[in-house]
């Protein structure tokens, strides 16, 4: 089965940290194109950070840049999203997404995880 599957969410105070994980099954990651989305109640899902295949450039919304950090596991076939110095406009659900740069679009979304960053 061809799917991605994400964990790590949870609640956490701010100034916190927590790690995101993305686990494809049945295709191998290291070539697509990566990115983590998040949705906040009422508002547009925006893009929090990209990673090309192989890895070869990394990036990141301003928003988060110096805070979130992209990474992949090839031997895992994963890719994570460390967060740290969480803020409470952080709050969101997370979703990961492939794309095999073929221009046909995402070709595979992740459920989603919820992060809520809250005292």
């Known amino acids: 089965q061809l799917q991605l599957v994400e964990s790590g969410g949870g609640l956490v105070q701010p100034g916190g940290s927590l790690r995101l994980s993305c686990a494809a099954s049945?295709?191998?990651?290291?070539?697509?194109?990566i990115a983590w989305f998040r949705q906040a109640p009422g508002k547009e899902r925006e893009g929090v950070s990209c990673?090309?295949?192989?890895?070869?450039?990394?990036s990141y919304a301003d928003s988060v840049k110096g805070r979130f950090t992209i990474s992949r596991d090839n031997a895992k076939n994963t890719v994570s999203l460390q967060m740290n110095s969480l803020k409470p406009e952080d709050t969101a659900v997370y979703y990961c997404?492939?794309?095999?740069?073929?221009?046909?679009?995402?070709?595979?979304w992740g459920q989603g995880t919820q992060v809520t960053v809250s005292s």
């Open positions: 990673s090309t295949n192989h890895n070869y450039y990394l």
């Open positions: 997404a492939a794309d095999a740069a073929d221009g046909s679009g995402w070709d595979y």
């Open positions: 049945g295709f191998n990651l290291d070539y697509y194109l």
